[in-house]
């Protein structure tokens, strides 16, 4: 347990000088359209250099830095630095597609998170039509009626709305009907057994449904077989991203990408999806 305080203390301290060192640096995973096979939009990861231990993923530091309060600097970071990455590929003529940010909750409900936002867009001169805030399900459900103000004043900015790892906070219908969101995002941990698990299968394609009913687009996270993608694609499920696609990769890896327009890893299949 000492040896674990000791460890997250030097990570705490590490964390504040990668921000005055700019540390961190962004990575870019696809989104695929599942008719078409086309990109279809993009999920900003955030990614730390550390100069001593090399690239360490978010799942290391992240909740600590939530901890500590520096989760909104680094998250105002993010979407700055996302703004200001679409900019530079819409000037250099590519054809951009939505690029997704998960913003924390605590975030969230920061004082002034929403005017923080306007004041990136105006500086950076990006259209806000090309970000879309990642928002997880759990995080508005906890205080749900504010959850929906600050919901509609965000819409008021112009970005898109996406609710993240849905399934795993127990929305209530009314809510969900009454967040001005623009999609579902499937969580991982349901699609990772959809071809071998009658009950995840089932799950998977009650939100699809649900989806549709609410007039939300719906993608899946996680994807990383073609089983995996078939059943999704034959279930009317509209994006997907994954591994099965592409990895998180730098800018200058996406704007390749961006180039092609297309699929990242392949023609989509029009299968039999096993039957559950």
């Known amino acids: 347990m000492n040896l674990r305080a000791i460890e997250r203390q030097l990570v705490e301290n590490d964390l504040n000088r990668a921000m005055e060192s ?26 730390w250099q550390h100069p001593e231990r090399g690239v360490i993923s978010p799942t290391e530091f992240i909740s600590i830095a ?34 997704a940010v998960n913003v924390s909750s605590l975030e969230f409900r920061s004082a002034g998170f929403v005017e923080g936002l306007r004041i990136i867009l105006k500086e950076s001169g990006v259209d806000p039509c090309y970000l879309d805030i990642e928002l997880t399900e759990s995080a508005l459900m906890l205080h749900a009626k504010s959850s929906v103000a600050i919901l509609r004043e ?5 970005v898109r709305l996406s609710l993240d790892d849905f399934g795993t906070g127990f929305s209530s219908l009314g809510y969900l009907k009454s967040f001005p969101i623009d999609s579902f995002k499937i ?23 649900m989806g549709k009913s609410l007039k939300k687009g719906v993608v899946a996270e996680g994807v990383e077989t073609e089983e995996q993608m078939i059943f999704l694609q034959q279930k009317g499920c509209d ?10 990769v730098p800018a ?3 704007a390749k990408l961006l180039e ?3 699929g990242p890893a392949r023609d989509l299949r029009r ?3 096993p039957v559950l």
């Open 66 to 99: 939530e901890d500590c309060a520096l989760i909104v600097p680094i998250g105002q970071w993010v979407l700055r630095e996302t703004c200001r990455q679409i900019k530079e590929w819409v000037g250099s003529g590519l054809r951009v597609h939505p690029v």
């Open 252 to 254: 200058a890896q996406f």
């Open 154 to 158: 965000l819409k008021s900015t112009g």
């Open 239 to 248: 994006e997907a991203q994954g591994y099965y696609f592409k990895k998180p």
């Open 187 to 209: 969580d991982r941990s349901f699609v990772r057994n959809i071809t071998s698990d009658v009950d995840d299968a089932m799950l998977v394609r009650t939100m699809i449904a």
């Open 22 to 47: 700019n540390q961190f640096v962004l990575h870019y995973q696809s989104k695929t359209n599942l008719k078409t096979g086309k990109l279809s939009g993009a999920e900003a990861l955030i990614r």
């Open 260 to 262: 092609r327009g297309v």
């Open 271 to 273: 299968q039999a999806a």
